[in-house]
Nanobody, 115 residues
Framework: VQLVESGGGLVQPGGSLRLSCAASGFTFSRYDMSWHRRTPGKERELVATITRTGRSTHYSDSVKGRFTISRDNAKNTVYLQMNSLKPEDTAVYYC?????????WGQGTQVTVSS
């Protein structure tokens, strides 16, 4: 089982990034997917979730209206489009796949928002 995040980097405030998470080793289309983030000294935060069909999504209040989660089950990939980025969005972003007791995590990708 692998989840590999990519797309992180350094961006100026107000800019955009698109994170990708490529999945392998399990039946991706059966799993709900989510993005989380962690900043040193803070608890991990659930950023966005998407159901296995992609029909339902949920966002934390801190990113609602700025971030969009999506998935392509044909490509076994989940995305996080991040617009209007703020310095407080700086964190390591992780993708997560969950189905009952099966719970998989990627290694994370760093996003830094700074001028």
């Amino acid at each position: 089982v692998q989840l590999v995040e990519s797309g992180g980097g350094l961006v100026q405030p107000g800019g955009s990034l698109r994170l990708s998470c490529a999945a392998s080793g399990f039946t991706f289309s059966r799993y709900d997917m989510s993005w989380h983030r962690r900043t040193p000294g803070k608890e991990r935060e659930l950023v966005a979730t998407i159901t296995r069909t992609g029909r339902s999504t949920h966002y934390s209040d801190s990113v609602k209206g700025r971030f969009t989660i999506s998935r392509d089950n044909a490509k076994n990939t989940v995305y996080l489009q991040m617009n209007s980025l703020k310095p407080e969005d700086t964190a390591v972003y992780y993708c997560n796949a969950i189905l009952y007791e099966y719970d998989y995590w990627g290694q994370g990708t760093q996003v830094t928002v700074s001028s």
